[in-house]
């Protein structure tokens, strides 16, 4: 029996929305390739189009799309992107979303709320996705969500590497700024030389959002560097309570690191002012000059992200990016 055999390569396509077209260009240049053409625009009533100036016909089609504030329009703008694209014969579809929406809402905390977190993972389903690629969630149970592979990928080496060239690393504590985030501290004291461990105690009130309290520290750090950990910061009161507590607590310095720079406000103005000596954070979202402030140190995510994209496109490992340990 004769059959047909198709000829020729794969083809990776880069498409992404318009939320953070600074990270996407740095994406692609770390590829050595070009984005593709988009022609995007919002319809006087905010209806969103999308269309590829370009055929995708059996590409591998990534998907890049940041989600700052407004976050809901953003998500939208990706979702078409995912359909246009898979109305469009791409073979394979990966959302590259590297802050995951609705991260924060991943259980059930009390009774009648919603799991939106599951949610987008479902709506990236429907809209035609194959494959998701994150940086850092919320919490790991997200990867579930999902009804397909999922990629998630970790700031902790590039954030760490950069704090071991600023402090010592024989008088570092890694500081959690809660209970739930411990184990990612002792992946930070891991790659910190084996760094002792501390976490600030606090309450939150589950009516009122972005409101904690910080309470007390447990653990050592009185006259260490604290290097105090989160995935993300949104309006800045638990981190910027936390490093008070630290501070009254002996601390001799204090060095935050965080992978989302959410920054709503009044974020920037509590970090300048909560005494911290520096505030590292990756640029997952974009950061407006409005938001900067004098110790924010902003890392690129990109060439991470444009491994991890390289490694799927190749049929390759990401854990291999991370030493075995995603």
């Known amino acids: 029996m004769s059959e047909i055999t198709a000829r020729g390569e794969k083809k990776l396509v880069l498409a992404a929305g318009r939320a953070h077209p600074e990270l ?8 050595e390739t070009e984005l593709l053409p988009i022609d995007a625009y919002d319809f006087a009533n905010g209806e969103i189009y999308v269309r590829s100036a370009e055929s995708v016909r059996g590409t591998d089609a990534f998907v890049i799309q940041a989600h700052p504030a407004p976050l809901n329009n953003w998500l939208m703008e990706q979702l078409i992107m995912i359909d246009s694209l898979k109305r469009a014969s791409a073979k394979r579809i990966t959302v590259v979303s590297p802050f995951y929406p609705y991260a924060r809402q991943d259980k059930k905390g009390r ?8 949610l987008v993972a479902d709506l990236y389903k429907t809209a035609g996705a194959d494959r ?11 990867q579930g969500f999902f009804d397909g592979p ?4 970790m700031a902790i ?7 071991r060239t600023k402090v010592e690393a024989d008088n570092i504590t890694v500081v959690s700024p809660d209970t739930g985030r411990v184990r990612v501290a002792e992946q930070w004291a891991e790659r910190l030389g084996g760094a002792p461990l501390a976490f600030v105690h606090k309450s939150r009130d589950l009516t009122v959002p972005n409101q904690a309290v910080s309470k007390t520290v447990v653990g050592q750090i009185e006259g260490r560097t ?7 910061i949104d309006t800045g009161g638990t981190i910027s309570g936390a490093v008070q507590v630290l501070k009254n607590a002996g601390a001799k310095d204090v060095i935050i690191a965080c992978t989302h720079a959410v920054f709503s406000e009044p974020a920037a103005q509590r970090l300048a002012d909560s005494g911290a000596r520096e505030v590292v954070v990756t640029n997952t979202l974009p950061i407006p000059a409005d938001k900067r402030f004098p110790q924010l140190t902003v890392l690129s995510i990109a060439p991470l992200i444009a491994r991890a994209i390289r490694e799927v496109f ?13």
């Open 157 to 163: 080496p590039l954030l760490a590497d950069y704090i």
């Open 150 to 153: 999922v990629d998630h990928l």
């Open 132 to 142: 998701i690629m994150s940086v850092d969630l919320h919490t790991s149970q997200i």
């Open 314 to 326: 190749d049929d390759g490992s990401v854990t291999s990016l991370f030493d075995g340990k995603a």
């Open 24 to 31: 996407a260009q740095e994406i692609a240049k770390e590829l």
């Open 226 to 232: 604290c290097v105090l950990i989160d995935d993300m």
């Open 111 to 118: 009774g009648r709320e919603p799991i939106s977190a599951r």
